[in-house]
């Protein structure tokens, strides 16, 4: 379970800022600025997603695909409850790079497990 906490504080992390009332970003450059927080929080809770698993019981198949498919799920709730928060329109747009954070940092700490794992079996 002690794996599993660094992704439950960066959950409640993505909420609160979810929950905040942010200043309305004007123009092309406000929207760019958008994707990239969206991006950057969500490459963060891959990192944490992609830890756990490899320090789970999880193993095979499940221990790849569950937390990816739990951070994709938890990306579009969160998306969905900006719609209740003032200044807050959930968008398509930001689900899309709120995946594609998690994708590249899950792919980021799969390639890194499996070199591990490549080391691991030329040594032992």
């Known amino acids: 379970m002690n794996a599993w906490w660094p992704v439950v504080a960066w959950t409640l992390v993505i909420l ?3 929950a905040v009332r942010l200043p309305e970003w004007k123009g092309a450059a406000g929207t760019q600025a958008d994707k990239i927080v969206h991006f950057g929080l969500y490459f963060g ?4 997603l992609g830890r756990a698993a ?3 019981r999880l193993r095979g198949i499940l221990a790849l695909s569950a937390p990816l498919a739990a951070g994709i799920g938890f ?4 998306e969905l409850m900006q719609g209740w928060v003032p ?3 959930p968008q398509m747009s930001d689900w899309l790079a709120d ?3 998690l994708l590249a940092a899950y792919a980021l700490y799969l390639a890194r497990w ?3 794992w490549k080391t691991e079996a030329r040594a032992g």
Do not use: E, F, P
């Not at 990306?75 to 969160?78: E, M, Q």
């Open 87 to 89: 200044t807050r329109v």
């Open 54 to 56: 490899r320090l789970s």
């Open 99 to 101: 995946v594609a954070g």
């Open 114 to 116: 499996r070199h591990r």
């Open 16 to 18: 609160l800022l979810t």
């Open 75 to 78: 990306a579009a709730v969160d």
């Open 45 to 48: 809770l891959g990192l944490t």
